[in-house]
């Protein structure tokens, strides 16, 4: 399995959690997605690299 691939499972799992945890009265995928995009931390942008990394 590439890095890309494994980014991919990776993220799809993080969501998944995520949106079961968003369930209850705090929502924690709305805060990261906001934390995200104001800071826009370098762990992202590696994540995006990883992701499209065999689309060169």
Do not use: H
């Not at 993220?11 to 998944?16: G, K, S, T």
Request: glycine share 6%.
């Amino acid at each position: 399995m590439n890095v890309s691939n494994r980014a991919r499972i990776t993220c799809a799992l993080v969501l998944i959690v995520f949106s079961a945890l968003g369930i209850g009265p705090i929502p924690i995928t709305s805060t990261i997605g906001l934390l995200v995009v104001i800071f826009l931390p370098a762990w992202f942008k590696k994540l995006v690299d990883n992701i499209y990394a065999d689309k060169e």
